[in-house]
Each structure stands twice: as structure tokens, then as C-alpha cells.
């Protein structure tokens, strides 16, 4: 159990289009959503957290018109790169929790497969 | 502020001996938890081990174990017997108690050596 998909799992698009990734809990109800990026070699940097059926919350430095984040349900979540660059060419990972807000939750914040990113 | 520091960019360790990979914290909450994640070439997430605060008990996972010693806020993963398949990039990681969020060290690449 606990199964988050992405998809697609990689994307090569050309720079100023936009480009959607999919994160999608398989068997449980996700109330909360994480999105991560990563470059090469370096760690997880938190981009947003999503609540189902409420706005996104950006991490310091995000731009929210840029990674737009929607939680229509609780078994989905997008991430939309607007006007993609070369610079936003990245690992994408989302994650899925169970809790809603605040809590101690341990083991229960499980992982997607991740988004390759190359905008060319 | 929370912060997971992983001091060693990367290891290399002989196939089937013993390797400690380092993770020291940094927070002033009393309740928190500490993750131990594989990330493999192909970029999935894998959890390891789980550590509570309050835990008076290392943890154990298998082929992993925690060195979780609070006073000195360190969370060291130890893997036994080590596993070609064990070559990937290991994050350390920690949750507050009334939080959600993940906070991410920088990392260490494991190179098992046959």
C-alpha cells in the first residue's frame, strides 16, 4: 500500500511552454502534498505544500506564478511549469502524506517515482 | 530552525562490511523524528528507518540500524553487509512534531565496492 505515481516520468519540452506533472496517491487519500526539486547530486529543496481544496503554500524564493500547484482532490496533485526555461530543467519529486496539517506523522510521507525535466 | 548537516559527500565501503554514514541535527524542539531515505540512480525515494525522539531504542530496519544518540544530536545510519545494490545517494532527514515538512541534509553517495 501507500503507492504515489508521476507522470510522466520524464519531459523534454522547448523553452516558453508549459509543462504538467501529475502526482497521484494510488490506494490511500492524500490530504497534504509535498512538491520537491533537485539538481544533480544535491538534496531535496521543498517547493510547496498543497492542501486539498486549498492554495498552495510556497517555500521562501518559489515564484507561485511560475510552479502553479493544484490539489483538486485527495488522490491528486499538479504542478504546472509556466513558460518553462533551461533554468527550470530539474528532478521533480512529489510526495504524499496522510495528515492533515499539523500532527506527527513518521513514516507516512511517501514518495513518487519523480519527473525528469529538460527544457531546451 | 531545523537544520540535518551530512558531513560526508561520499563513502566507499568493500562489499559485505559494515558502513556508518553520518547525520548530525540541529533543533530546539523536544519532540521530532529523524528519516534515513536511498535514493537510487533512478531517482525514487526509499525509506530506510525511522527514529523517534522519545525513542529509547535504536532503531532497526533488516541490514539497517540507527546510532541515534540525543545528547550529542546525531542520527548515524549504519548499514551491515553491505550490497552492490546498496550504491545510491543517502539523505538523513527530520520532521518537527507539529510540522509536516521534511528537512533534507545534503546527502552522501554510497559506493559499494565488489
Known sequence: GAVVSQHPSWVICKSGTSVKIECRSLDFQATTMFWYRQFPKQSLMLMATSNEGSKATYEQGVEKDKFLINHASLTLS??????????DSSFYICSASRLAGGGFSLREQFFGPGTRLTVL | AQKITQTQPGMFVQEKEAVTLDCTYD????????????????????????????????????????????????????????????????????????????????G?????KS
Open chain 2, 27 to 106: 533543533t530546539s524542539d523536544q519532540s521530532y523524528g529523524l528519516f534515513w531515505y536511498k535514493q537510487p540512480s533512478s531517482g525514487e525515494m526509499i525509506f530506510l528507518i525511522y527514529q523517534g525522539s522519545y525513542d529509547e531504542q535504536n532503531a532497526t530496519e533488516g541490514r539497517y540500524s540507527l546510532n541515534f544518540q540525543k545528547a550529542r544530536k546525531s542520527a548515524n545510519l549504519v548499514i551491515s553487509a553491505s550490497q552492490l545494490g546498496d550504491s545510491a545517494m543517502y539523505f538523513c532527514a527530520m520532521i518537527r512534531e507539529y510540522g509536516n515538512k521534511l528537512v533534507f541534509g545534503a
Open chain 1, 78 to 87: 499538479t504542478l504546472t511549469v509556466t513558460s518553462a526555461h533551461p533554468e
Open chain 2, 108 to 112: 552522501t553517495i554510497l559506493r559499494v
